[in-house]
């Protein structure tokens, strides 16, 4: 301990930490309690220092906690709706607040039975997702098209249309035949990402 420390203490511009106050006790034969509580040495704003450090430890782990916690649980959800979207769980998808409602076309088979993998192209450039659909009505030579509106692989409405009926821009996008999905030609039927 140097002299300057000591001379800080006795000035009051500084006080000693607790473990240094108990090295000072025993050193000096002298009770923690009588040491803090004394009349001849004004070393009660030690007290309250010590008081206010306590405190402020508290509120810094307090703080410390509450954003820990966040960040956990902000990561828990990302992954999950980033989960959900991998593997095109519907009802992840469809609370999934950071998907928007997209409208998209694709081209069905001659014959299907229930519901059948098609790739609905979002947009002209051709950017989309297999999607599992189900029509509930049989298409025809005309009506081999279906317009479908989705978030994520959450597919909220299709309806069946002409080739006339899909604007010009998307007609090449829709596609003239239908391909089945072959997950090693085309990948995994979604991305990881949980936007748009």
Do not use: C
Not at 107 to 126: A, H, M, N, R, T
Request: aromatic share 10%.
């Amino acid at each position: 301990m140097t002299r300057q420390t000591v001379s800080r203490w006795e000035n009051g511009s500084t006080y000693p930490n607790l473990d240094t106050l108990v090295e000072l006790s025993e050193r000096l034969s002298i009770s923690l309690d009588n040491l803090l509580k004394s009349d001849e040495i004004p070393v009660v704003p030690i007290v309250h220092q010590i008081s206010r450090d306590v405190r402020l430890k508290r509120r810094y782990w307090r703080w410390l906690t509450i954003i820990i916690g966040l960040f956990v649980s902000i990561s828990l959800i990302g992954g999950i709706l980033s989960w959900g979207h991998y593997t095109q769980n519907t009802t992840i998808d469809r609370l999934n607040p950071l998907l928007t409602t997209q409208t998209g076309y694709a081209i069905l088979p001659e014959k299907i039975k229930s519901s059948v993998d098609v790739y609905v192209s979002d947009d002209p450039f051709g950017s989309g997702e297999w999607l599992k659909i189900a029509t509930g009505q049989m298409p025809t030579k005309q009506t081999r098209w279906v317009l479908v509106r989705h978030k994520g692989s959450y597919v909220s409405g299709v309806r069946l249309v002409t080739r006339q009926q899909i604007p010009v821009s998307m007609r090449e996008q829709a596609g003239s035949f239908y391909i089945k999905y072959n997950q090693k030609a085309e990948g995994p039927r979604a991305s990881w990402q949980f936007w748009n």
